[in-house]
């Protein structure tokens, strides 16, 4: 599902709402989950999943074309783990 898509469902769900309106909340709602990763805390959606930053370390790669080495620095990374009722619900539609 596209962002546009999540748009279009939620407007259909809230029909009174203009397609402009639902555009601008889904933003905020973006928004918000970023600026709340950038600073370092945890998102917790009950009953859906949980976003977190986990740290990488520093380690040396290899170019697999030329076989030099590559310095990658540390870095930090987005993390989602599926929520209990996600994964069972998921798992029941099978």
């Known amino acids: ?11 259909e769900k809230i029909e009174d709402y203009p397609a402009k309106d639902v555009s601008y909340a889904v933003q905020v709602v973006f928004d918000a989950m ?3 990763l950038k600073r370092n805390e945890r998102i917790d959606l009950r ?18 074309k030329t076989a030099d080495l590559v310095h ?7 993390f989602f783990k599926v ?8 798992n029941k539609s099978r």
């Open 34 to 36: 970023t600026g709340a």
């Open 83 to 90: 929520g209990k009722e996600l994964k069972d619900m998921i």
């Open 1 to 11: 599902m596209t962002k546009k898509e999540l748009i279009k469902r939620v407007q």
């Open 72 to 78: 990658v620095p540390r870095r930090k990374i987005p």
């Open 47 to 64: 009953g859906f999943g949980n976003f977190t930053i986990r740290r990488r370390r520093a380690i040396i790669g290899r170019n697999p």
